[in-house]
């Protein structure tokens, strides 16, 4: 389907094609429309086609290759991946996870929520229980995020198998708690903070641990999501220590 923006510039289709990698609609080695077929679909001039790829070939995301045109690299370096992209990208049909990429390490668990922060968000009381789900992405098998869902215990009452140990599919609960509810869920502004990793963490992280408490730090990012009637969940990734700076630079 064509795509028609009035002033859209070098910068738009870059981002355009950006997103459809990050995706996986263009997995390694698809090739880009050609030069012509991106200025008729965004109603642009060459220089400016030229300028766009010379952003994403400078990004390593692709690389040219002669009679096959411009083609998506076989290792593209995209940026590690939030739960917030997560969602927006498997609402709008896309797979959960980005090429080259798996998770392990899936858990499960109903437990009393001693984080005065998470409290605060969720608008819980200190010791309410809430599902807790978490799980390590990983690019070619190495680990680089760990993934978790602070979940407030209302929405059991509507996924029962919120709780259930192993993967739960390619459909995230978000979809199923729609559905059944009528209430459309939204989401805060992406946050991000640095903090110190816990050891858990870490080794989730298959970071080598230092022989005494020396703290590594991590990014982390996180998102609550709420339907009209409150808060639903906090989702927290915390990422391989320097993994945001590695992917940015």
């Known amino acids: 389907m064509a795509y028609r923006s009035s002033g859209a510039g070098y910068a738009d289709v870059a981002a355009h094609y950006r997103k459809a990698i990050d995706r996986g609609d263009l997995a390694p080695g698809d090739s880009l429309p050609s030069v012509p077929e991106i200025r008729e679909q965004f109603d642009v001039s060459a220089k400016t086609v030229s300028r766009a790829l010379k952003v994403l070939k400078d990004e390593g995301l692709v690389v040219s290759a002669g009679a096959a045109g411009t083609v998506v690299s076989k290792r593209p370096r995209i940026a590690p991946a939030t739960g917030t992209a997560r969602v927006s990208r498997t609402r709008q049909g896309g797979p959960n996870y980005a090429p080259g990429e798996t998770s ?76 059944a509810t009528g209430k459309k869920i939204h989401g805060s502004p992406e946050r991000r903070a640095a903090r110190f990793a816990s050891r858990d963490e870490l080794e989730l992280l298959e970071v080598p641990l230092p022989d005494s408490d020396v703290a590594v730090p991590v990014l982390v990012t996180h998102t609550v999501f709420h339907d009209e009637d409150g808060p639903l969940e906090v989702m927290e990734d915390v990422h391989y220590p320097g993994l945001w700076h590695e992917a940015r630079s």
């Open 104 to 179: 392990t390490n899936h858990e499960a668990m109903i437990r009393s929520c001693k984080d005065p922060i998470m409290c605060h968000y969720l608008d819980i009381d200190p010791h309410d229980e809430v599902v807790i789900r978490r799980r390590v992405f990983r690019q070619d098998g190495t680990p680089k995020i760990v993934g978790i869902e602070v979940i407030h215990p209302r929405a059991l009452a509507v996924v029962s198998d919120l709780a259930k140990q192993g993967p739960r599919g390619a459909v995230h609960w978000f979809v199923q708690y729609e559905e």
